[in-house]
């Protein structure tokens, strides 16, 4: 069964610090792992890695695609209270043509003044 | 914002009743996602739409059915309701044969009492 996993669930941090959040998956035929934020309501997109692009910047945030352990980091540099969310990590498989997104259950992360 | 909408925003029904929920699609979209996502967890698929017709289901009895419209918009309908469904229903746009990228809207919640 296709699977996706998290960690740490959740991760309280201070304003300046560091964090790296972990994703995991077994699904059959990988396609591509997607990283979403999710403040209130609507998952917010961040990144897309694929075979053909592991590793992604944006600002603070980066992330990084190990093929080979079948995971993902998603790392947030001196990170600001505005970065409080829940973060999830989603893999699409390449033997659903459905584009069905499989995601994980996320990791609340609070950053505290 | 991503320009995905959803109709309404809560909506409160009670056990056995029948609800619909809207979604329009991003402009130059042409594939509705809907996922379902209980408090704590990680969304969870329903299924998918494109061209009017259904391309995908996850886990989800026959009660949850859907449209979608020449326009793509669609809606998401459940039947008999029971407690467990209450939720946060989000529903997502992208474009069949693009990147696997889905963008979310505000969702609706729903409370079954």
């Known amino acids: 069964e296709d699977k996706v996993v998290q960690s740490p669930l959740s991760l309280v941090v201070h304003e300046g610090d560091t964090v790296t959040l972990n994703c995991s998956y077994e699904?059959?035929?990988?396609?591509?792992l997607l990283w979403y934020k999710q403040e209130k309501k609507a998952p917010t997109f961040l990144f897309m890695l694929t075979s053909s692009g592991i590793e992604k910047k944006s600002g603070r945030l980066s992330s990084i695609l190990d093929k080979k352990e079948l995971s993902s980091i998603l790392n947030i540099t001196a990170t600001q209270t505005g970065d409080s969310a829940i973060y999830l990590c989603a893999v699409g498989p390449l033997s659903s043509n459905t584009g069905k997104l499989i995601f994980g259950q996320g990791t609340t992360l609070q950053v505290k003044p | 914002e991503t320009g995905v909408t959803q109709s309404p925003t809560h909506l409160i029904k009670t056990r056995g009743q029948q609800v619909t929920l809207r979604c329009s699609s991003q402009s130059g979209h042409n594939t509705v996602s809907w996922y379902q996502q209980a408090l704590g967890q990680g969304p969870q698929f329903i299924f998918q739409?494109?061209?009017?017709?259904?391309?995908g289901r996850g886990n989800f009895p026959p009660r949850f059915s859907g449209l979608q419209f020449p326009n793509y918009s669609s809606e998401l309908n459940v039947n008999a309701l029971e407690l467990d469904d209450s939720a946060l229903y989000l529903c997502?746009?992208?474009?069949?044969?693009?990147?696997?990228?889905?963008?979310f809207g505000p969702g609706t919640r729903l409370t079954v009492l």
């Open positions: 699904v059959t035929n990988f396609r591509s």
């Open positions: 739409y494109y061209r009017e017709e259904e391309n």
């Open positions: 997502a746009s992208s474009q069949r044969g693009g990147p696997d990228t889905q963008y």
